[in-house]
């Protein structure tokens, strides 16, 4: 009897499927890609905010939160109007695959701190004008005696930054520095 009623159940749904048109068959097809299509290009725009991420994934919480309410580099760039994506310019592929992640638990927290190079950091901010702006009179640290250093050498966006120099050197200016910068590294 139960083998009756399980024949019967796949035998109706044999049944939905045959009675379809080629026509309707098509247009469920695209309807569950627009739905889907749709539905990962909300997620794709929607991620363009800085919160997004944050709400969804509670590993991103803490990058999240020195972005909006720190002393750190990223919530200066905050404050500029500079989102996430501006300098973490991931591909589609990729953002997917960080999604598969966190959906199966395969992430680590915390997070791998990424470096960007100089020319990321240069597409926004002209270096002749860091050099003319800390142009401190006992030295400059954007014109050193090492040459151009990568930026991530001292600025960390969601951790406190350092100063290459102060490894051997001690200068007034560095007393001086904003509250995102921890000299005595």
């Known amino acids: 009897m139960a083998t009756e009623q399980i024949t019967k159940g796949k035998k109706t749904k044999k049944r939905f499927f045959k009675n379809l048109s080629k026509k309707q068959v098509i247009f469920i097809l695209l309807f569950a890609l627009s739905f889907f299509g749709l539905g990962g290009m909300a997620l794709v725009k929607a991620s363009d905010h800085p919160a997004f991420c944050s709400t969804f994934c509670h590993n991103m919480e803490p990058m999240y939160n020195s972005y909006k309410h720190s002393n750190l580099l990223a919530n200066a760039h905050a ?18 695959q960080e999604g598969i992640k966190y959906v199966k638990g395969d992430y680590e927290t915390p997070m791998k701190t990424r470096k960007f190079s100089k020319e990321m950091c240069l597409k926004c901010h002209d270096y002749d004008k860091v050099i ?12 050193s005696h090492n040459g151009q250093l990568e930026c991530n050498k001292c600025h960390k966006l969601h951790e406190p930054s350092t100063v290459y120099c102060s490894e051997c050197h001690e200068f007034e200016w560095m007393d001086k520095l904003p509250a995102a910068f921890n000299s005595e590294e």
């Open 132 to 143: 003319a702006k800390t142009n401190f009179e006992e030295s400059n640290p954007h014109k």
């Open 79 to 96: 404050k500029a109007d500079v989102v996430c994506h501006d300098c973490h310019k991931d591909s589609l592929t990729a953002k997917a």
